[in-house]
């Protein structure tokens, strides 16, 4: 389980698609990309798991986003495999009707890397009983970006996330497998969260839809990992144009914080906890650690 954190995206609008039409916007995931320099420092033992752990996290971050039914999905075998914005960007650039309809429908693009990869091993000997004890450590980091199909132009960076996984073995034989896939499935799992919930708060955030004494209706639910229970600030958004250069910035004001009270699976209500300063229909819900009071 990850902690919940607010993320307040103040600043340049960048180009998505924030207040939505009932059309779904239709993102392409790209293959989860390796950092150079991590594949050349692990060995050859460890990089057997780097890329089992890849093709997990690739498969994992694919479905949370899938499972939402908040975006569509581009079907890879429609499109050149991309792996890099680069890539992308030499792709839309290019005039020929080839390349330029194998994104046709796609307004975004998502590309995953692997940052940091540690994995660590301690193996104990009984030698007296003819046992074993094997400990396991996984700590990896994986950063997103959110590329505009369009321009090529990276539209937003999700910061690097990091889930640190411990499993205590129990005594084994030493003739028995010492298989490490459970330890690399879970960090999988936790990274995935983690990544496709920081995408959704920012290509898709949460809103509220109806405000009535001090209950709140918001268009998402367990589909984005909503929980009853979880505590929720409410925050009032404006866009503000920049005379000189044209773009366009949100100007943010938290206005209350609420309790998740129920929780469907692409809706939730929610409690005003203390103050409400002014939510109102259209306003951003995002998790917090907060306790709303």
Same mark, same amino acid.
């Given at each position: $389980?990850?902690?919940?954190?607010?993320?307040?995206?103040?600043?340049?609008?960048?180009?998505? &698609?924030?207040?939505?039409?009932?059309?779904?916007?239709?993102?392409? %995931?790209?293959?989860?990309?390796?950092? !150079?320099?991590?594949?050349?420092?692990?060995?050859?033992?460890?990089?057997?798991?780097?890329? @089992?752990?890849?093709?997990?996290?690739?498969?994992?971050?694919?479905?949370?986003?899938?499972?939402?039914?908040?975006?569509? /999905?581009?079907?890879?075998?429609?499109?050149?495999?991309?792996?890099?914005?680069? !890539?992308?960007?030499?792709?839309?650039?290019?005039?020929?009707?080839? @390349?330029? $309809?194998?994104?046709?429908?796609?307004?975004?693009? +998502?590309?995953?890397?692997?940052?940091? *990869?540690?994995?660590? !091993?301690?193996?104990?000997?009984?030698?007296?009983?003819? =046992? =074993? =004890?094997?400990?396991?450590?996984?700590?990896?980091?994986?950063?997103?970006?959110?590329?505009?199909?369009?321009?090529?132009?990276?539209?937003?960076? %999700?910061?690097? =996330? $990091?889930?640190? +996984?411990?499993?205590?073995?129990? /005594?084994?034989?030493?003739? !028995?497998?010492?298989?490490?896939? $459970?330890?690399?499935?879970?960090?999988?799992?936790?990274?995935?969260?983690?990544?496709?919930?920081?995408? *959704?708060?920012?290509?898709?955030?949460?809103?509220?839809?109806?405000?009535?004494?001090?209950?709140?209706?918001?268009?998402?639910?367990?589909?984005?990992?909503?929980?009853?229970?979880?505590?929720?600030?409410? +925050?009032?958004?404006?866009?503000?144009?920049?005379?000189?250069?044209?773009? %366009?910035?949100? &100007?943010?004001?938290?206005?209350?914080?609420?309790?998740?009270?129920?929780?469907?699976?692409?809706?939730?209500?929610? %409690?005003?906890?203390?103050?409400?300063?002014?939510?109102?229909?259209?306003?951003?819900?995002?998790?917090?650690?907060?306790?709303?009071?």
């Amino acid at each position: $389980m990850f902690k919940k954190t607010s993320l307040l995206v103040t600043g340049v609008l960048l180009g998505l &698609n924030l207040n939505a039409a009932s059309k779904k916007q239709t993102v392409y %995931i790209s293959t989860v990309k390796v950092a !150079e320099s991590l594949e050349d420092a692990v060995g050859k033992t460890k990089a057997m798991k780097l890329k @089992r752990t890849k093709d997990l996290l690739e498969r994992n971050v694919r479905n949370k986003i899938a499972r939402a039914n908040i975006f569509t /999905l581009v079907e890879r075998k429609n499109l050149k495999e991309l792996t890099t914005e680069n !890539e992308l960007a030499e792709a839309v650039s290019d005039d020929s009707t080839n @390349r330029v $309809m194998r994104f046709k429908g796609a307004d975004l693009a +998502v590309f995953t890397e692997i940052e940091s *990869f540690n994995f660590h !091993e301690e193996l104990r000997n009984y030698q007296k009983i003819g =046992q =074993q =004890q094997l400990n396991r450590k996984l700590t990896v980091t994986a950063s997103l970006r959110i590329v505009d199909v369009v321009t090529g132009e990276t539209k937003h960076f %999700i910061s690097p =996330q $990091m889930v640190t +996984v411990s499993e205590a073995g129990g /005594l084994i034989r030493s003739s !028995e497998d010492k298989d490490s896939e $459970m330890i690399l499935l879970t960090v999988a799992k936790e990274l995935a969260e983690k990544l496709a919930a920081e995408f *959704f708060q920012t290509a898709s955030p949460a809103k509220v839809l109806a405000v009535n004494t001090g209950r709140i209706l918001i268009n998402r639910g367990s589909n984005v990992g909503f929980k009853k229970g979880d505590f929720v600030e409410i +925050v009032a958004v404006t866009k503000v144009t920049d005379d000189d250069t044209g773009e %366009i910035f949100l &100007n943010e004001l938290p206005v209350a914080k609420a309790k998740l009270v129920s929780v469907d699976f692409k809706q939730c209500h929610a %409690i005003i906890q203390g103050n409400n300063l002014g939510a109102a229909k259209g306003c951003y819900a995002r998790l917090t650690e907060e306790d709303g009071k």
